[in-house]
């Protein structure tokens, strides 16, 4: 078994960026600029925007975090959104899902320039993304495609099973996995709630990726032999042992599925340093467009 080291590949990648910022710097060009809205105060998002900013400052990015009350209308936040859209000096932004329920967030999403969507969940990105077409690929999937291409992993003629069908992990993760490119070329099931026969499915998948927010569900006996498992899922339990109050526990039972796995990705440091390193990627990325 391989652990797969999103922690060590997000490194690299922030240091390939940071060089490229360097370069930027020479040409005494502007650098590339990321603002985050945080809307309310539910502590893992305002944990993960902290994260975002501080892997800005580290490759030299410039960033910026709009804070918003938790009882901002949904009007007051789609014209900070017209606002960011509208800023020369920003290059890409994100609102930190999830809002609060007062908020629709298709409104959200769908008022976001497309050109500045970093994230990758407008319907133009989603689109070109299917199409094949050049496109801000939604983090985590991008971040799980650049470990397999990172460590050389074999997608080509697997079976993958995607387990989960959001919008912003599961089906654009089950998208890049068919499509006609390295890595890819997989044939793809995609799995969910209402799927039949799920253990049978799982255990049938050579590459095995999960995204379903349920605590340790992916148990052993859903695992074949020598497959390759990446566990997206990241959910708060309280610990009492820990400074914070919490631990992240995953989708997968990692202690008891491990050594079946040729590689397996672990809940810290796996999945969730690539989609940071993945939004910096696309961050550049709009710079670059622009
Ligand atoms: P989501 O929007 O809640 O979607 C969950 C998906 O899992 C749905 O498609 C749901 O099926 C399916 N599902 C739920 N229970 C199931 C079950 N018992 N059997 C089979 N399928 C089931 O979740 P998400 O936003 O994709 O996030 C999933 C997990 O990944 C969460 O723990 C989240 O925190 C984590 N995450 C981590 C990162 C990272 O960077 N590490 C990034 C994003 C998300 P239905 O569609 O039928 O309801």
Redesign the pocket.
């Given at each position: 078994m391989q652990l797969l080291d999103g922690s060590s590949c997000s490194e690299q990648i922030r240091q390939e960026i940071a060089l490229k910022v360097d370069e930027i710097k020479s040409r005494g060009e502007r650098v590339p600029h990321l603002a985050a809205v945080l809307v309310g105060n539910d502590g893992?998002s305002q944990n993960y925007v902290a994260f975002k900013i501080k892997d800005c400052e580290q490759v030299g990015f410039n960033s910026t975090t709009i804070r918003m009350e938790e009882t901002t209308t949904e009007q007051e936040l789609l014209d900070k959104i017209a606002e960011l859209n509208a800023d020369d000096d920003i290059d890409g932004f994100i609102v930190q899902l999830p809002v609060p329920k007062h908020i629709d967030d298709n409104k959200v999403i769908l008022a976001i320039d497309p050109r500045k969507d970093v994230d990758g969940f407008c319907p133009e990105n989603v689109g070109n993304l299917s199409l094949g077409l050049p496109t801000f690929i939604s983090?985590?999937p991008n971040?799980i495609m650049e470990l397999f291409r990172r460590y050389n992993i074999e997608t080509e003629g697997k079976h993958c099973v995607v387990?989960?069908?959001?919008?912003?992990?599961?089906t654009p993760m089950a998208v890049l996995m068919s499509r006609n490119t390295n890595p890819g070329n997989a044939t793809v099931t995609i799995?969910?709630?209402?799927?039949k026969n799920?253990k049978e499915l799982c255990a049938s998948a050579d590459i095995l990726i999960v995204?379903?927010?349920?605590t340790e569900?992916v148990t052993a006996d859903m695992v074949k032999e020598g497959a390759v498992v990446i566990d997206?899922?990241?959910?708060r339990v309280p610990d009492s042992s820990k400074k914070s109050g919490f631990r992240n526990v995953?989708?997968v039972d990692f202690e008891n599925v491990k050594d079946k796995c040729s590689y397996i990705t672990y809940?810290t440091g796996?999945?969730?340093p690539?989609?940071?390193a993945s939004l910096l990627q696309n961050t550049l990325k709009a710079h670059q467009r622009r």
């Open positions: 893992a983090a985590t971040g387990l989960g069908r959001s919008n912003i992990v599961g799995a969910h709630s209402r799927t799920l995204a379903i927010g349920k569900f997206v899922g990241q959910t995953g989708d809940v796996g999945v969730g690539m989609t940071r």
